[in-house]
């Protein structure tokens, strides 16, 4: 049994929209920086070439959606990820699966994120939330009676995902519940006040390079 959808406030869905289109039109030149790493790389390495943007299903809301990325991952390793039905951060976590483009410049600074601004844009989820995660990883965690993916609409950054020293999913878990209990206690405009503290906080982590380290 699932839980009912837990509200996406006004305010909140305003600083989504405004933030991602800001950071969409002056983050271009970033954009183009990332596309122009892959393109050399394709033509360096045949193994590199494929598609700029990768695709996966995720959850949000309890609703699927396409994730999209910059794909860093070699070609026959994503085929390899489509054939296992597995996703793709399993994947990234070794460096030799990944591209030049992916290992030297896009996980490094969390560019291969970029994209998702779209999604934002598109009303797919949010800029801060739990980070969406695939249909069977989900199924996996209301079997253990967490069902909050199914109540709040992800994130592109969250309260979990800036905190690189915590190694346990537990931690992580803890850290998306106090986030949800703020999505239904919290007023619209608390929300987003909690929202700018972690977008700020994210600038902090993306400042530091460490996308590499899982």
């Given amino acids: 049994m699932t839980s009912d959808p837990i509200p996406y406030p006004v305010p909140k869905r305003l600083l989504d ?14 954009f183009a920086v990332a596309l122009g790493a892959m393109g050399v790389d394709m033509l360096r390495e045949r193994r590199n070439r494929g598609p ?9 809301r309890g609703r699927e959606f396409d994730l999209l990325k910059f794909r860093t991952l070699r070609s026959e390793v994503l085929q390899q990820v ?8 399993l994947f990234e976590a070794d460096e030799s ?11 490094p600074w969390y560019l291969d994120e970029l994209p998702q ?4 844009l598109r009303g797919d989820m949010s ?18 009676g967490l ?15 800036v905190q690189k020293g915590i190694t346990e999913s537990a931690g992580f878990t803890e850290l998306d519940l106090e986030y949800v209990e703020a999505c239904r206690t919290s007023s619209g405009l608390g929300l987003v006040r ?4 972690i977008l700020w906080r994210t600038v902090k982590v993306l400042a530091r390079g460490e996308g590499l380290q899982f």
Avoid at 117 to 120: A, H, M, P, R, S
Avoid at 147 to 161: I, K, L, M, P, S
Avoid at 194 to 197: E, L, M, S, V
Wanted: aromatic share 6%; charged share 25%.
């Fill in 52 to 60: 700029l943007l990768y695709r996966e299903r995720r959850v949000s």
């Fill in 147 to 161: 069902d909050y993916r199914n109540e709040v609409v992800a994130g592109w950054t969250g309260a979990a995902q």
């Fill in 82 to 89: 489509k054939t296992e039905e597995s996703h793709a951060r």
């Fill in 17 to 30: 929209k405004s933030v991602a289109a800001a950071l969409t039109v002056l983050l271009a030149p970033v």
């Fill in 127 to 144: 800029l801060v939330g739990p980070r969406p995660w695939p249909r069977s990883m989900v199924d996996n965690q209301v079997a253990q």
């Fill in 194 to 197: 909690r929202d700018i503290g």
């Fill in 117 to 120: 601004l779209l999604n934002v």
């Fill in 97 to 107: 699966n990944l591209t030049w483009a992916g290992r030297r410049v896009l996980k």
